[in-house]
């Protein structure tokens, strides 16, 4: 009997050792949220849209990479052959400012959205130009690019994009630990800012498209909320927005 006492003891003993560690586990995780939550995105900072602008060049287009238009540049006549070039920017991402990735289902919904210009008999061909070596500011080489693949007229497309992730009134939970898996506490805006231009391939001719910008915003448990898929619901109404911009822009061609 002696023995079988001290064998519950001891039995007992582990298990309160076991609740002690998970609950001095449980508590760490929560302190980590805790602190992480009021440290990264205890309220919204907005988006520093000035920075977004620069990065895209929108308040310099006078400067020497965007030269003026010569009066005696020839504009091409439709129906046109369109290369469509994506810049890529090669820089880090900061907090103010991230930029966007290109993926090939961007890509493929910007060529639906400029499709009703096949119907109407403004474009015979559209395809994108994937030189890997272009940079987004190198116009020339753009326009060499496309006159090689045979196109009449480049549409340089180019974008950038900012999240604010911040909590809400539901994150005073978030220490209880249940709470950042289940209650929708945090919030996760994203904007995208696009624009574009249309150069002629054999001229110096060019038209500037009207820059868009798109927002998203999705809400959900610390836990789980991925700021990538409100960046990518942005992004999504970005090209809606910028594809009719370009639609309208090359009507005008008529």
């Not at 898996?181 to 800012?193: K, N």
């Not at 820059?211 to 836990?223: D, N």
Request: glycine share 8%; proline share 5%.
């Amino acid at each position: 009997m002696a023995a079988e006492g001290g064998a519950d003891s001891n039995r007992w003993n582990a298990m309160r050792q076991l609740c002690r560690k998970v609950t001095l586990y449980s508590f760490g995780i929560a302190l980590a949220l805790m602190v992480a939550g009021s440290a990264g995105c205890a309220g919204s900072r907005g988006f520093d849209q000035a920075a977004m602008r620069e990065a895209l060049h929108l308040d310099s287009h006078s400067t020497s990479e965007t030269p003026p238009v010569l009066p005696g540049s020839a504009r091409p006549s439709p129906p046109f052959r369109l290369g469509i070039f994506f810049v890529k920017h090669q820089v880090p991402d900061t907090p103010s400012i991230r930029k966007v990735e290109w993926l090939s289902a961007d890509r493929d919904q910007l060529l639906r959205e400029l499709a009703p210009l096949r119907d109407e008999q403004l474009l015979v061909d559209m395809f994108v130009l994937t030189d890997v070596r272009l940079r987004g500011d190198d116009i020339k080489g753009i326009q060499q690019t496309g006159a090689r693949f045979g196109t009449d007229m480049v549409l340089i497309v180019d974008a950038v994009a900012a999240v604010d992730r911040y909590n809400n009134r539901y994150a005073w939970l978030y220490p209880t630990l249940l709470g950042a898996y289940l209650l929708p506490g945090t919030e996760s805006d994203a904007l995208v800012m696009a624009t574009g231009s249309l150069w002629a391939a054999h001229s110096d001719w060019h038209t500037l498209i009207q820059p868009v910008e798109e927002r998203s915003k999705i809400v959900g448990a610390a836990a789980f909320l991925e700021d990538n898929a409100s960046l990518q619901e942005a992004k999504k109404l970005a090209i809606q927005s910028i594809g009719k911009s370009i639609v309208e822009q090359l009507r005008l061609l008529k």
